[in-house]
């Protein structure tokens, strides 16, 4: 795993920006996965800037979601269907039907879940997953406890999680959806890299027990641990509870530049 601490969140944005970027040079039809909430945003505000600038473009790629909620009216702006589509891709050149994600309204579940992960695969895998961290560890909507090996399933928020996504929600952690379609902890390890941001004090213990603690359920984001291409992409706050930080700020200087992340 790769640990990278720049001073803000907007520096780590502009270095996945870069990491998105060299991706589509190399591959234009690549797989990107993409997470919703506020961590990954300076990263699709870059992203929207260089495609509006013509310095990239999404025209051959498709992307996938992690995550949506169960029982949201179907124009509820909360949806993540529709937040991600007002945050990127709706700015983005994407071709029409590039995105799809799990349908929380759907009646069938176990097949929408089966349908999602089928998508998943006849699409190659996902090249560049974003992902990311809750203060109580998940990634994607896999809370603590979730198997290591889940697929793409229903989960139940935890109350924490709930009450941390009530600013979507008026603030009222009663009104934040108590289930969800996830991407499973064994979804995300297929996809071949994995990203995951943080930034704030409020992230930090989370952080140190994804990076620095056992892989365990009980954290599901340490699953990361267990993958050969991850990186974990904090501000000075997010890193602040890493043992490590001194080492990992080392690492990431002397590192090539072509190397990338
Ligand atoms: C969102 C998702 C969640 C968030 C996490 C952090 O699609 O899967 O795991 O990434 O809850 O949320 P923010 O970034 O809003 O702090």
């Known amino acids: 795993m790769e640990v990278v601490i720049t001073p803000t969140a907007a520096g780590g944005a ?8 060299a991706l589509l040079a190399r591959r234009p039809a690549a797989v990107l996965g993409l997470a919703t909430g506020s961590s990954p945003l300076g990263v699709y505000r870059e992203l929207v800037e260089r495609c509006r600038a013509g310095r990239v473009s999404f025209r051959a790629a498709r992307a996938f979601l992690l995550d949506e909620y169960v029982g949201l009216p179907p ?16 700015a983005l050149d994407l071709a029409p039907g590039a995105v799809d994600g799990p349908d929380g309204a759907a009646v069938d579940v176990p097949g929408e879940c089966a349908r999602y992960e089928a998508a998943l695969a006849a699409a190659g895998g996902v090249d560049l997953q974003l992902l990311g961290i809750g203060t109580d560890g998940h990634v994607g909507f896999n809370e603590p406890g979730s198997s290591l090996a889940s697929r793409t399933r229903l989960k139940t928020l935890t109350r924490r999680t709930r009450t941390d996504n009530a600013r979507f929600f008026g603030g009222d952690p009663d009104a934040v959806p108590r289930h969800v379609l996830t991407q499973g902890l064994g979804t995300l390890l297929d996809a071949r890299h994995l990203v995951l941001l943080a930034s704030g004090e409020a992230k930090a213990a989370a952080v140190a027990a994804a990076v620095e603690g056992p892989v365990s359920a009980s954290c599901p984001a340490s699953v990361l641990q267990l993958h050969p291409h991850a990186t974990v992409v904090l501000d000075d706050a997010a890193a602040s509870r890493l043992a490590g930080a001194d080492h990992h700020r080392e690492t990431w200087a002397g590192k090539p530049a072509w190397q990338g992340l």
Do not use: E, G, K, W
Not at 76 to 90: E, G, S, W
């Open 14 to 21: 502009a270095l996945v920006a870069d990491a998105v970027v």
């Open 75 to 90: 124009a509820a702006p909360q949806a993540y269907a529709r937040v991600i589509r007002r945050d990127l891709t709706d």
